[in-house]
């Protein structure tokens, strides 16, 4: 009988009746079988198995008396006990506690049939003063197969500490609007438990996924964090959604607020909004994005600079298909690119966006300074020194030479005659790409561009309606190609792409901007 849990029995029915606390459910007097007989009953719900307790079953919060948990009374944590009568070395048991946020334990493997304690931070309980949270727990029998789920358990949560504050101050009614901030909105943070040395931050999920430096608190007060207008900006008309993380005493546990959603709201023209994204993204100089993913994905301008010729120009050119690979620059303020190869052409929107709208090129690799791709047989679309798989994923040629950190590739690169004879970087380690950028700060003697090069995989003619071009851009006397490239894109896709000016002259405060004046098609 010791796994009858797994068993829906069928000869007899058990009904129960739930006190205050799930460890006093008892059988009603309509059951004539006895605890020892009728250990448990599960039945389907959610993809797991519900498990209901019996008498002999344990679920309670130590601390909590007649369903009520007092926040101010515990020192660091919560006690939950949990037993179960088929409990047995090796299960795996976990709880789940469901308040202002879902918080799972780690999960245990029992030793024996002995109750299991699990613990609840402070945190967990005091963010919900004045609310009601359900706790579960769940259990694989051996660690494997079936989920089995208790019964739920109510505590309300008291508590005299100080409330959260979770909100953006410039927003109205959940709404806020991008025109009425100056340079930045205002985020409020303080849960019951902040204190010095807590170290906290805010997430801000829209069109791309923002975070927010992490701040160091100094004592119980409120923490405001700056949002930048060009993070709110690039949302108007979308919703974004925030949430804040914390780690007391800057250590141990990762704490996830419950999220708040905001409407962005505004009347800034698209290409204005696009040059003011574009500002933003110049000026950033992250070294990673999120999940470890390469600078590009959310920092810098992607774009290819064309010339007007028989092919469209946001097409792969006659050269590009030759080499299976299309030469793009990547500009940043800490790149240290000033010119381009041609006057006008097109931006990429970040990688992140591009993923999000099912639009990502393929990025293959980069070099520092210009490689000259074009001319000379380079093997791997364009990122290789000899020939190898095109199967690998990742085709850069400097790990191979064992280059990854600028003090390796400047002495690599101070052994080899010029520029022609670079190694690749690669664009899938954050590491290397940024190393293709720092060492863009001291240029070597044998380093003669003045624009660096990133390799993206050809893609087919005629698909423009498929890329992520966020705009055409042009430099000094290049706004008639850039004019022509906006009118055939809107001849071929029927889409508008605005057109905008890069100016390094005013790198300092952004070079790109937006004048209805150079648009050859209004939106």
Same mark, same amino acid.
């Given at each position: 009988?010791?796994?009858?849990a797994?068993?829906?029995?069928?000869y007899a029915?058990?009904?129960?009746?739930?006190?205050a606390?799930a &460890?006093?459910?008892?059988p009603?007097? +309509?059951?004539?079988l006895?605890?020892?007989?009728?250990?448990?009953?599960?039945?389907?719900?959610?993809g797991?198995?519900?498990?209901a @307790?019996t008498?002999?079953s344990t679920?309670?919060?130590?601390?909590a008396?007649?369903?009520?948990l007092?926040?101010?009374?515990l020192?660091?944590?919560a006690t939950?006990?949990v037993?179960?009568?088929t409990l047995?070395a090796?299960?795996?048991?976990?709880?789940?506690?469901?308040?202002?946020a879902?918080? &799972?334990?780690?999960?245990?493997?029992?030793t024996?049939?002995?109750?299991?304690?699990? %613990?609840?931070p402070?945190?967990?309980?005091?963010e919900n003063?004045?609310?009601?949270?359900?706790?579960?727990?769940s259990?694989?029998e051996?660690?494997?197969?079936?989920?089995?789920?208790?019964?739920p358990?109510?505590?309300?949560v008291?508590?005299a @500490?100080?409330?959260?504050?979770?909100?953006?101050?410039?927003?109205?009614?959940g709404?806020?609007?991008? &025109? %009425?901030?100056?340079?930045?909105?205002t985020?409020?943070?303080a849960?019951?438990?902040?204190?010095?040395?807590d170290?906290?931050?805010?997430?801000?999920s829209?069109?791309?996924?923002?975070d927010?430096?992490?701040?160091?608190?100094?004592s119980?007060?409120?923490?405001?964090?700056?949002v930048?207008?060009?993070w709110?900006?690039?949302?108007?008309?979308?919703?974004?959604t925030?949430t804040?993380?914390?780690?007391?005493?800057?250590?141990g %546990?990762?704490?996830?607020?419950a999220?708040?959603?905001? @409407?962005?709201?505004?009347t800034?023209p698209?290409?204005?909004?696009?040059a003011?994204?574009?500002n933003?993204?110049?000026?950033?100089?992250? +070294?990673?994005?999120?999940?470890?993913?390469?600078a590009?994905?959310?920092?810098g301008?992607m774009?290819r600079s064309?010339?007007?010729?028989n092919?469209?120009?946001?097409?792969?050119?006659?050269s590009?298909?030759?080499? &299976?690979?299309?030469?793009?620059?990547?500009?940043?303020?800490? #790149?240290?690119?000033n010119?381009?190869?041609?006057n006008?052409?097109?931006?990429?929107?970040?990688q992140?966006q591009?993923i #999000?709208?099912?639009q990502?090129?393929?990025?293959?690799?980069?070099?520092a300074?210009?490689a000259?791709?074009?001319?000379?047989a380079?093997?791997d679309?364009g990122?290789?020194?000899?020939?190898?798989?095109?199967?690998a994923?990742d085709l850069?040629?400097?790990? =191979?030479?064992?280059?990854?950190?600028? =003090?390796?590739?400047?002495?690599?690169?101070?052994?080899?005659?010029n520029?022609?004879?670079?190694?690749?970087?690669?664009?899938?380690?954050?590491?290397?790409? #940024?190393?293709?950028?720092?060492?863009?700060?001291?240029?070597?003697?044998?380093?003669?561009?003045?624009w660096n090069?990133?390799?993206?995989?050809?893609?087919?003619?005629?698909a423009?309606?498929?890329?992520?071009i966020e705009a055409f851009f042009y430099?000094?006397?290049g706004?008639?190609?850039a004019?022509?490239?906006q009118?055939?894109f809107?001849q071929k896709?029927n889409?508008?792409?605005?057109?905008?000016?890069?100016d390094?002259?005013k790198? #300092?405060?952004?070079p790109?901007?937006?004048?209805?004046?150079?648009q %050859?098609? @209004?939106?």
């Amino acid at each position: 009988m010791k796994r009858l849990a797994t068993t829906l029995l069928t000869y007899a029915f058990l009904s129960l009746s739930i006190t205050a606390h799930a &460890d006093q459910i008892t059988p009603s007097p +309509e059951s004539s079988l006895p605890p020892a007989v009728m250990t448990a009953v599960t039945e389907q719900a959610s993809g797991s198995l519900i498990h209901a @307790q019996t008498a002999n079953s344990t679920f309670q919060v130590v601390e909590a008396f007649s369903g009520t948990l007092d926040a101010d009374a515990l020192s660091t944590q919560a006690t939950v006990k949990v037993a179960y009568p088929t409990l047995d070395a090796r299960d795996t048991v976990g709880i789940r506690w469901g308040g202002i946020a879902v918080r &799972d334990s780690p999960i245990q493997t029992a030793t024996s049939s002995g109750e299991l304690n699990f %613990a609840v931070p402070k945190a967990w309980v005091s963010e919900n003063i004045g609310r009601s949270v359900t706790l579960t727990y769940s259990y694989k029998e051996g660690g494997t197969g079936t989920l089995y789920t208790s019964t739920p358990l109510s505590i309300a949560v008291t508590g005299a @500490q100080s409330s959260t504050t979770f909100d953006v101050v410039e927003a109205v009614n959940g709404t806020l609007n991008a &025109d %009425a901030l100056n340079t930045q909105a205002t985020v409020k943070v303080a849960y019951p438990t902040l204190d010095a040395r807590d170290t906290v931050g805010i997430r801000w999920s829209g069109i791309a996924v923002r975070d927010s430096p992490i701040q160091t608190a100094t004592s119980s007060g409120e923490l405001n964090f700056a949002v930048p207008k060009a993070w709110v900006s690039e949302n108007i008309g979308r919703s974004v959604t925030l949430t804040y993380s914390y780690k007391e005493g800057g250590t141990g %546990a990762l704490y996830t607020s419950a999220p708040i959603n905001l @409407q962005i709201a505004g009347t800034t023209p698209i290409g204005q909004q696009v040059a003011v994204n574009l500002n933003a993204r110049f000026k950033s100089t992250v +070294e990673k994005c999120s999940n470890d993913t390469p600078a590009y994905y959310c920092s810098g301008v992607m774009l290819r600079s064309t010339e007007t010729g028989n092919y469209d120009p946001w097409d792969p050119s006659p050269s590009a298909v030759k080499l &299976d690979g299309v030469s793009f620059s990547y500009i940043r303020s800490d #790149a240290y690119v000033n010119s381009f190869y041609h006057n006008h052409g097109f931006v990429f929107l970040p990688q992140e966006q591009a993923i #999000a709208k099912g639009q990502a090129p393929d990025y293959l690799c980069i070099y520092a300074y210009d490689a000259g791709t074009i001319v000379g047989a380079r093997s791997d679309k364009g990122c290789g020194l000899k020939v190898r798989s095109l199967n690998a994923a990742d085709l850069s040629s400097c790990s =191979a030479k064992g280059v990854r950190t600028p =003090a390796q590739w400047y002495a690599y690169t101070q052994e080899i005659p010029n520029r022609d004879y670079q190694c690749s970087l690669s664009t899938k380690d954050a590491v290397q790409f #940024a190393t293709s950028l720092k060492v863009r700060a001291s240029k070597p003697n044998n380093m003669d561009s003045i624009w660096n090069e990133v390799m993206v995989k050809t893609w087919p003619q005629g698909a423009g309606v498929n890329l992520p071009i966020e705009a055409f851009f042009y430099t000094d006397n290049g706004l008639s190609g850039a004019k022509t490239a906006q009118t055939k894109f809107k001849q071929k896709t029927n889409l508008v792409i605005p057109i905008v000016r890069v100016d390094f002259s005013k790198s #300092a405060s952004g070079p790109f901007s937006y004048e209805a004046t150079d648009q %050859a098609v @209004q939106p």
